[in-house]
């Protein structure tokens, strides 16, 4: 039996420790006993790119804004359906995260970080959109296990009524913000209306291949 391997650690700052696994020819990251994020499954994270993209194709140069690198699922999905003339700003919190993309799994990395329409930023995604004002298209969250902060409590700022409003200062008129969930959470939809947003929320399914547990992505626009 192959057993699991312990690639690196790194602490998330005022949060807990993330442990970046290999089994076989995948990789996963762990905080606890929770898996964050596996190249196991990923349809879901490419769905938040993709279903985004999908409710901003009328803009004319496109500017998608990406809470959280992970292994880039969402960053290359994106690209793929992203113009030439497109913008795609990632922000990520940790270094250790785009060390590891760059290092051991850098053949899932596949030169997204380097491609022209890329900016990454480090940082608190939070502070970013804070100081935007009708500058994206699109702002793709997924920068913890949903609006619970629970890899850093911090994180819980971007899902608070004042996050959500500053979220919607950032956007353009006829921007999205997209929102990724392991789960439902039914105070967080009733959050977002009080925003101001109107919103649907999508099950989609952990797998590309339709199979798998459901994560929910909530769409949440300033127009019906």
Same mark, same amino acid.
């Given at each position: ?34 898996? %964050? ?7 879901? #994270? #490419? ?17 998608? %804004? ?97 996050? %959500? ?27 977002? #209306? ?31």
């Amino acid at each position: 039996m192959i057993q699991r391997e312990l690639i690196d650690t790194a602490w998330v700052p005022g949060g807990e420790k993330l442990e970046l696994f290999r089994h076989d020819k995948d990789f996963m990251i762990v905080l606890g006993h929770n898996e %964050l994020m596996s190249t196991r499954k990923w349809g879901s #994270e #490419e769905a938040l790119a993709t279903m985004s993209y999908d409710r901003i194709k009328g803009s004319r140069r496109p500017h998608m %804004l990406i809470g959280g690198y992970g292994m880039g699922f969402t960053l290359r999905a994106a690209l793929k359906v992203l113009p030439d003339n497109a913008q795609a700003t990632v922000v990520e919190l940790m270094p250790e995260i785009i060390e590891w993309a760059r290092g051991p799994m850098a053949h899932l990395e596949q030169g997204c970080l380097d491609d022209p329409r890329v900016t990454l930023l480090m940082g608190d995604v939070s502070t970013v959109i804070g100081a935007g004002m009708g500058d994206y298209d699109a702002i793709l969250l997924d920068v913890d296990n949903g609006p619970d902060g629970l890899v850093r409590e911090d994180n819980n700022v971007l899902y608070s009524l004042a996050g %959500l409003r500053a979220a919607k200062r950032a956007l353009t008129p006829d921007g999205v913000l997209a929102i990724w969930s392991a789960g439902p959470d039914p105070a967080f939809t009733r959050r977002l #209306e009080k925003a101001g947003f109107f919103v649907n929320e999508v099950k989609v399914s952990s797998r590309s291949n339709g199979k798998g547990p459901k994560h929910v992505i909530w769409f949440a626009s300033k127009k019906e």
